[in-house]
C-alpha cells in the first residue's frame, strides 16, 4: 500500500485532532499548577481530551489506513464512496465533540424547554459514522474481484463494532433509568475495554504485519488464533475499571483470563516479529518494544493480588498512555514515515518526546519514590506533555511536504 495523501485530507484531520487532543491535555495538566480560566472544568478538559484522542485519532487515522488498504486512491463504487463519506462524517462530528465536551462534558445542556445531552449526542453520531464505513467496507468486500480480506482489520472492524455497543447501552440504560449508576459504570468501561484492547491492538498489529510484510507461517501460532486471543479477551476485561469492591469473584477470574489472552496474543505477535525481521525491523523495535511492554503489565496485573495495583489510579494512567500514546502513535508515526519515506530522524523526535511522557506519568505512579515527590511533579508533568504536541506538529508538517 502507498499512501495516496493527495486522495484526501483526511489524514490531516487526524493529525490535527492529535495535536488539539494534546493541548487539551497540557492544559488538564496545568489546572493542578493554577487556576484554569473562565472557571473551566479540569473534567471536562479530561473528556475532550481523551473523546477527541479517540475519535479523531485513534479510530480515523486507522480507518484511513484500512480504507487505502481496500480500495486506493478515488474509486466510483458504491462501497469506495460509502467509507470516503463517512470518514469524513466521523471528521465533522469528533471534532465537534471537542467544544461539546470541553464546555459542557456529559451534563445535558438547556435548548428551550428540553435537557439535551449534546456531548452524547454527537458522540453517538461518531459511532454511526463508523458504522457507514463498516457498510462500505462489507459492500466493497462482497463486489471487488481482486479483493484480499486481511484477518487483522476484519478484527479490529468487529471489536470496534461491539465496542460501540457498549455506548449506546450507556445511553439507553440513562434514558430508560435502568440498571443504575453501576450499570453504566460497567458499560463505559465495556466500550473502553473492547476498544483499546480489541481494536487498537488488532489494527495496529495488521499495520505492522503489513509493513513487515509477515506471512502467515512466520508467525508462532495461526493469525487466525492470535486474532481469536485478543478478539476474546478484549471484552472479558472491562471489570479491571470498576471499582475493586463491587467487582464479584467470578468477573474478577473472567478478567483475568481475558488479561492473559490478551497478553499471550502480544506476546507471541511480539515474539514472531522479532524472530522473523531480527535486524531488519528498523524503527518498527520501538512500537513493538512498548507493546511488549504493555502485554508485561497486563500478564502482571492478571496473575497478581489485585489490591497491589487496582488501586493505584497513576498506574492505570500509565498503561494506557503506554498502550495508546506509546505503541499505537508511535506505530501510526513509523508507518507513516515508511509510506512516504522520510527521514528517520523525524520519527525519532517523536519517539523521544513520547518516552519523555511516559516518564513522566511514572511520578504519579506507586513505584515513585515517595522522598523524591513533591508539587514540582505537576510542573514537570505539563512541561512533558509539550514535547509530543511540538513533535508531531514537525512531523505533520514533513509529511505535507512530502
Not at 478538559?45 to 486512491?73: C, E, N, Q
Not at 453520531?125 to 484477518?151: E, H, Q
Not at 515474539?271 to 502485554?295: E, Q, T, V
Not at 517523536?350 to 511516559?358: N, P
Request: proline residues 4%; glycine residues 10%; contains cysteine.
Amino acid at each position: 500500500m502507498k499512501l495516496l495523501f493527495k486522495d484526501s485530507g483526511i489524514w490531516q484531520w487526524a493529525m490535527f485532532s492529535f495535536v488539539l487532543a494534546g493541548l487539551a491535555g497540557f492544559l488538564y495538566r496545568l489546572g493542578f499548577i493554577v487556576p484554569l480560566p473562565y472557571e473551566l472544568s479540569l473534567e471536562n478538559v479530561r473528556h475532550a481530551h481523551s473523546h477527541l484522542m479517540f475519535f479523531g485519532w485513534a479510530a480515523l487515522l486507522p480507518l484511513y489506513l484500512i480504507k487505502l488498504d481496500t480500495i486506493p486512491g478515488y474509486h466510483a463504487a458504491v462501497g469506495a464512496r460509502l467509507m470516503k463519506a463517512s470518514l469524513w462524517m466521523s471528521v465533522a462530528f469528533g471534532l465537534l465533540s471537542f467544544p461539546s465536551f470541553f464546555l459542557w462534558g456529559y451534563s445535558p445542556v438547556s435548548i428551550g424547554s428540553a435537557n439535551i445531552p449534546i456531548s452524547a449526542v454527537i458522540s453517538g453520531l461518531v459511532m454511526l459514522s463508523w458504522y457507514g464505513f463498516m457498510a462500505g467496507y462489507l459492500i466493497t468486500r462482497k463486489y471487488k474481484r481482486d479483493f484480499k480480506p486481511n484477518i487483522w482489520f476484519e478484527g479490529a472492524l468487529v471489536m470496534l463494532f461491539v465496542s460501540s455497543l457498549g455506548a449506546w447501552g450507556v445511553g439507553f440504560s440513562e434514558v430508560l433509568g435502568i440498571g443504575g449508576p453501576l450499570f453504566g459504570k460497567a458499560l463505559t468501561h465495556f466500550f473502553l475495554a473492547v476498544f483499546v484492547e480489541g481494536w487498537v491492538l488488532l489494527v495496529l498489529i495488521g499495520l505492522m504485519a503489513k509493513s513487515l510484510k509477515l506471512d502467515d507461517e512466520e508467525f508462532a501460532l495461526s493469525p487466525c488464533i492470535l486474532v481469536g486471543l485478543i478478539a476474546f479477551g478484549a471484552p472479558l476485561t472491562f471489570p479491571y475499571g470498576i471499582p475493586e469492591s463491587f467487582v464479584d469473584i467470578n468477573m474478577s477470574v473472567a478478567a483475568r483470563m481475558g488479561g492473559v489472552l490478551i497478553a499471550e496474543g502480544l506476546l507471541l505477535f511480539v515474539y514472531s516479529a522479532f524472530r522473523s525481521r531480527g535486524r531488519s525491523l528498523g524503527l518498527w523495535k520501538w512500537p513493538l518494544i512498548l507493546l511488549g511492554l504493555k502485554a508485561l503489565m497486563q500478564l502482571i496485573a492478571s496473575l497478581s493480588p489485585a489490591d497491589l495495583w487496582l488501586s493505584d489510579h497513576g498506574i492505570r494512567i500509565f498503561y494506557l498512555h503506554t498502550t495508546l500514546l506509546g505503541a499505537l502513535t508511535l506505530g501510526l508515526a513509523v508507518f507513516l514515515g515508511k509510506e512516504q519515506s522520510l527521514p528517520d530522524s523525524y520519527f525519532i523526535g517523536v519517539m523521544i518526546s513520547v518516552l519523555l511522557l511516559l516518564f513522566s506519568l511514572i511520578f504519579l505512579t506507586g513505584l515513585w519514590p515517595v522522598v523524591l515527590s513533591g508539587v514540582w511533579i505537576y510542573t514537570a508533568l505539563a512541561i512533558a506533555a509539550t514535547f509530543p504536541i511540538i513533535a508531531m506538529s514537525v512531523f505533520w508538517i514533513k509529511l505535507r511536504k512530502s
